[in-house]
Every structure is written in C-alpha cells, then in structure tokens.
C-alpha cells in the first residue's frame, strides 16, 4: 500500500531504501521486496508464508483473504496492495506478511490459487483443503478482517463456469463473514462499474454493502507494469490517482473493528469435505449393499425351491452371483486422489477423495473427536490407514453346495469368495440336528437370511441419515447453503429415502432442491453438472 507519489514510479517498489532488489529501472522503477520464506509445516503440505520485515506486537495486523477467478488480475492486486511481485500464476495458497516500519499498520494477505483453472474441479478443490491446513494450524491464521473478491470491472454476466467459481468461494465461508466480503475491481477506467455491479446483483452475492444496498466495492486499474510513455502521461495520473483513492478507502475500511474468528469457516469447511465423504461411502455401501441383497435374494430363492431336500437332508447345488471386498492399488488418478483413507476394521473407503496432507491420522477431515464419522463402525482413527489403495467391489458368478456352509466354518482354509454368515451356519446345523416341525413353512436359514436383509435395510437408513444432517448442518452455519456443491447430491439422496419413505426429509430436501433452478444456482449447478458427467 505504499505508492510512489513519483511521476515515473506510479507502481509498485519505488522506494529504494526499503530492503529490496531493483529488477527494472523502468521506467516504471521495479523493486523485488527482500523477503523470508517459510512452510507452515514439514509435510507435503505447500502453504507458504512469505514475510517481510519484523513483526512487532503493538502493530495492529489486518488479514485479508484473496480469491478470485484466474486471469482477474489477483496477482497485479497484491502487488498494488503490499509493492510485491513473486512469479506468476498461484499454484498453491501463500500467505504474504509486511512489516514496514514506519506504518502503524502491517498486513497479512492469504492468497489462494486462481479458481476456474484449466486442470479442472480438482484444482479447485484444493483451495478448501489449503485453506483447512491453514486455519487448523497453530502457526496459522486465527482470523480475518477482509475477504476479497477479485473480478474485472468490464464483467457484465457470469458464465455458467463463473457462477461455479462464485459458488465454490462462498461455499468455503460460515454465515458470519458476509459482511467482511467487498470487491476489488480490476481493469477499471475510472467510471462507474455498472456492468461488475450488476453481475453481482443477477448471482445474488453475499456482501458488505452501503446505505444505498450498494456492494461495498473498491476501483483499480492493471497497468501497474507498462512502460511509460509520455502522450499517455494524463492517463497514467488519472489512473494513480483512482487506484491510491481506492487504496485509501480500502484501508480505512480494514480499520473497522469487524474481525472475525475462522472457526465457524472452518466448522463450514470441514462439513463439507465430511459430506462429501458421507455422500461417496453411502453410495459405495448402497453399491455393496444391493448387491449382497441380490445375492442372499437368489440364496433365499434356491432354499426356498429345495425345501424338500433341505428337510431330508439333502445335498444340492445353486448358482449364486457373489459379491466380495478387495483392496486394490489406485491408478490413473491426479495429485491428491492417489491416496485414501481406510478402516481396516469396516473394510471401507473413509476418505476417499484429496486425502492427502496428514501424518496423524486424526487430525483428517473425516475424525470427530478421534473416531471415524464415516465408516459403519465409527472405528477409533488407530484402526485406519492411509495410503494408495482403495477396496473396491467385485462380482463372481459361482456353484454353491449347501453343504459349502458346513464346509466354510469347520475347516481353517481362508475362502472369503465363499463365505456366508456365521449365524446362517449354526442356525442350518442345529435346525439339522433337531427334528423339523411339519408346520414350519421356512427353514432357520432362511429366517437368518431375512434377518441379514434386514440388517442392510437398517444399515443403509442409518447412511441416509447421517447424510441428510450434513445437510442439515450445513444450512445452518454456511454462507452459502445452496451451493452447487451440495444440490449436487441432492437427487441421489431424495431417490434413496422415497424408498425409506422419509416423507418430511424429502420435502425439505426438494424445497433445497428447487434453488438449483434460480438464476443464481443453475448455471454453477449445471457447470459442475456437466464437468461431473465427462470425468
């Protein structure tokens, strides 16, 4: 924020006696800061913090958070905000401190990597896992005083792409940052930018505003870098002095005593990525589930047809199609997908998706007070592991023996392909020792069978639940509720308790559903929709 007054050094790193390296004599003058690097942490974890200067305790410190689309001009913005200039485009979150000296005021600025990137949704993601390292950390950030959204002042519409990007900004905040939110508008001529102001108005964005019910907005120019030329000199003035009025305006605004914690950030944060945990092992376990549904459907169906020689004690075969568990390594998968988190009690995926950054296992998104909240056992995090391999579900179609149940349970060999429930085995072997009463209609297998049904039945409402106060959750402390983020599992899940016939559950959920279709969710909807749909 310190901008030359200098008619030739109207940008950034003019003051040569500030502990810096000339990297252009322009004009204009550029100066690279002299800076110290540090990583939060020894992990594979890249949140770097740059720092310049000293801190000193009786410095108010002002933390402000940059996001914004790639290609807005977020770099060119730090740049005119602390005279610093550090490499292209950002491809992790950097955290930059300066401390001058002479200004009462340092600052702390989070910048994130630009959403909308060419590599995808993946990409995108990892702005939230970032972010969690950041705010959990203990040399992290506690708070925030500003959060800045970075577009161009020409912008006119958001795009379906930029509606996602709107969305998965604000779904990242807990409800009580709307009023720190403004935005910096770049590429400005210096007149009103109605066609910025608008955008926002059409995508409904959660803001500070003024008395007129105005986004709280902030002008500036990018041509902090061009060459100077002397025809131009008026343009150049006019636009220094827009840009050190906004900056003026910016900093009286960061004045207000309107801190706020990042806990409930981080509560948002953490839900999601939990809900999208919940959401991806449901539908594995609904995989698994109908398949073994199917499975002990066809078992029923074959005793059912063999009755006759089950009580005569008969040997007979059936074909089966069974389902089994295995744990295979993950391939041809991006960065942080090649890693996921497992129980080796449940023998399920935990936390299947950016699983990538802990080195104790219970500080992963997916733990609550030590135990899994995903995995049917909620299992204690010592009986997970991380690493690459996942389990998957496989098929085989197999002869069965009925007398395969007495062969699985009183021999040792390991035959998981075959294996049924201990307790259909007992129940066969002492109804077989007992004499059958002519007026039972069904064996002890298959009441057992029914009872296994039962229990996936019971399972999966269990599943459905624990989604659905996700949601619940998320509605209540998110900035943005109806993300595109959450709509999107909204179908699978009003599918699923239709046939739990949760008739409140589903009308709350079909009310969420319905924003999906406003003009300020469809297109960020359809967008994840479709980029869902091709990966």
């Not at 907005?217 to 131009?232: A, G, P, S, T």
Request: charge should be positive; proline fraction near 2%.
């Amino acid at each position: 924020h310190h901008l030359s007054k200098k008619k030739n050094d109207i940008i950034i790193f003019c003051r040569s006696h500030h502990n810096a390296t000339l990297l252009n004599p322009g004009p204009p003058a550029l100066y690279r800061l002299n800076t110290e690097r540090k990583r939060i942490d020894e992990t594979e974890t890249k949140v770097n913090r740059w720092t310049y200067g000293q801190k000193k305790r009786n410095k108010q410190n002002k933390v402000i958070l940059m996001v914004g689309e790639t290609g807005a001009g977020k770099t060119t913005m730090i740049n005119t905000l602390i005279n610093y200039l550090l490499g292209e485009e950002t491809s992790v979150v950097t955290v930059y401190e300066v401390f001058v000296e002479e200004n009462p005021t340092s600052l702390t600025i989070i910048d994130t990597p630009g959403y909308g990137h060419t590599e995808g949704l993946e990409k995108d993601r990892e702005i939230s896992e970032y972010l969690i390292r950041l705010f959990s950390d203990e040399d992290g950030i506690q708070y925030i005083d500003a959060v800045c959204f970075v577009m161009k002042a020409t912008q006119n519409r958001l795009s379906r792409k930029e509606h996602y990007i709107v969305h998965s900004v604000l779904s990242l905040f807990g409800r009580d940052i709307e009023n720190n939110i403004v935005f910096l508008l770049t590429h400005s001529d210096g007149g009103p930018p109605t066609n910025a102001l608008n955008a926002i108005k059409k995508a409904e964005i959660p803001c500070r505003r003024d008395g007129k019910r105005k986004p709280i907005h902030f002008l500036f120019n990018n041509r902090q870098k061009e060459i100077r030329d002397k025809q131009y000199e008026h343009n150049y003035r006019s636009s220094w002095e827009m840009g050190a009025r906004s900056m003026n305006e910016f900093f009286t605004f960061l004045e207000e005593k309107n801190r706020k914690s990042v806990w409930m950030t981080l509560d948002v944060m953490k839900e999601r990525i939990q809900l999208e945990a919940c959401v991806s092992h449901l539908k594995d376990r609904i995989c698994e589930n109908e398949l073994k549904n199917n499975e002990l459907t066809q078992i029923q169906e074959a005793l059912a047809q063999n009755r006759d020689k089950i009580q005569k004690f008969q040997s007979f075969q059936f074909t089966v199609k069974r389902s089994f568990k295995e744990k295979v390594p993950i391939e041809n998968e991006w960065g942080w997908n090649r890693n996921a988190t497992c129980c080796n009690v449940c023998q399920e995926n935990c936390h299947e998706w950016n699983c990538w950054w802990v080195k104790n296992l219970s500080w992963c998104e997916v733990m609550k007070s030590n135990h899994c909240t995903v995995c049917t056992g909620k299992c204690h995090y010592s009986k997970h592991v991380r690493e690459n391999k996942k389990y998957v579900i496989r098929t085989k179609e197999m002869k069965m023996a009925y007398d395969d149940l007495k062969l699985e349970y009183e021999h040792t060999g390991d035959r998981p392909e075959t294996s049924f429930d201990k307790g259909i085995y007992i129940n066969t072997k002492m109804k077989r020792e007992s004499i059958m009463k002519e007026s039972e209609n069904k064996t002890e297998t298959e009441e057992n069978l029914k009872s296994n049904l039962e229990k996936i039945k019971h399972e999966k409402s269990i599943m459905l639940h624990e989604a659905y106060i996700s949601i619940v959750s998320l509605c209540k402390i998110s900035l943005k509720a109806d993300s595109a983020s959450t709509l999107q599992h909204l179908d699978f899940l009003i599918l699923r308790l239709k046939e739990e016939k949760r008739d409140k559950w589903i009308k709350n959920l079909e009310d969420l559903k319905k924003t999906g279709d406003q003009q300020k969710n469809k297109g960020a909807l359809r967008h994840l929709m479709d980029y869902t749909a091709k990966n």
